[in-house]
Every structure is written in structure tokens, then in C-alpha cells.
């Protein structure tokens, strides 16, 4: 078995370091501000289970760094809107790491959400179900 040399507990925790994270609480309250753009990282497949955030971007994890960047051919307009961005997973990990990537390219205003989409469902945030 191979043997990694930074573990991917470390890497979330690392990352945490760097970047903003909203409580859920705090995330929730933001829900009806203009300035505010959740973006939703999770898979297809848990938003279809599990709802997502009303109004939230879905963004597939992989993509992200591209629908970002104005000078790749993936590029999103929904991400040149000057919004403050909040991102958000499962968990928080996923997002964590997201985030600290965008930091890294420069881009912002970013940030995440503790605790991911379960923090919010338990902070009392509203669900948009798909069916
Ligand atoms: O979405 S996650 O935090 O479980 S990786």
C-alpha cells in the first residue's frame, strides 16, 4: 500500500488556514443579499437527493478553476459578476479546498461554508428540492 507523504486530513486542515469560512448560521443569512452567490461543488447526483441552496450556482468540483478564469474557453460569466462567492459540499472539505485554489488564482471575494450543506439543512437554511 502506498504510503502518502500529506494525507488528505492534512491537506482540508491546511487549507482551512488560509481561507474564510462562514458559519452556517451566518451563511443562511446572506441567502436574499444581491452580493452573494453560493456555488454549489457537490455531484449531480446529491443534488438530486439532497437539494441544494436556493439560487446556488452549481458548479461540478472539476470545472471550477476553469468557469473562473476569464481566459479559458470554459469560462462562466455567472463567476465575473463581482459577487462575493460562497462555496459549499457535502462536508466542507471538498469546499475548503476549492476555496483555497481560488485564493490562489486570485480570485475573489471567496469563501466557504463550515460544516458544508448538512450544517446548513441543520442551521435551519432553506432547501431547494429539484423534484
Ligand atoms: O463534501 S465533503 O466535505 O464530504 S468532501
Same mark, same amino acid.
Request: without cysteine.
Given at each position: 500500500m502506498t504510503t502518502l507523504t500529506l494525507s488528505s486530513d492534512e491537506l482540508v486542515r491546511? !487549507?482551512? !488556514?488560509r481561507i474564510e469560512s462562514l458559519t !452556517?448560521? &451566518? !451563511?443562511?443569512? $446572506? $441567502? %436574499? %443579499?444581491p452580493n452573494t452567490r453560493f456555488v454549489d461543488?457537490? &455531484?449531480v447526483r446529491e443534488l438530486q437527493r439532497e437539494? /441544494?441552496?436556493?439560487g446556488a450556482l452549481h458548479c461540478p468540483r472539476g470545472m471550477l478553476e476553469f468557469w473562473v478564469d476569464?481566459?479559458?474557453?470554459?469560462?462562466? &460569466?455567472a463567476f465575473a459578476s463581482g459577487q462575493r462567492f460562497v462555496l459549499f459540499c457535502a462536508l466542507g472539505h471538498r469546499s475548503a479546498l476549492a /476555496?483555497?485554489? $481560488?485564493?490562489?488564482?486570485g480570485f475573489g471575494p471567496v469563501c466557504d461554508i463550515e460544516?458544508?450543506?448538512k450544517a446548513w439543512r441543520e442551521a435551519g437554511g432553506t432547501v431547494d428540492?429539484? &423534484?
Open positions: 491546511r !487549507a482551512k !488556514a !452556517a448560521e &451566518d !451563511a443562511v443569512a $446572506l $441567502l %436574499d %443579499d461543488l457537490r &455531484d437539494g /441544494t441552496v436556493p476569464p481566459d479559458s474557453p470554459y469560462h462562466k &460569466d /476555496t483555497q485554489q $481560488l485564493v490562489e488564482m460544516g458544508g450543506f428540492k429539484k &423534484d
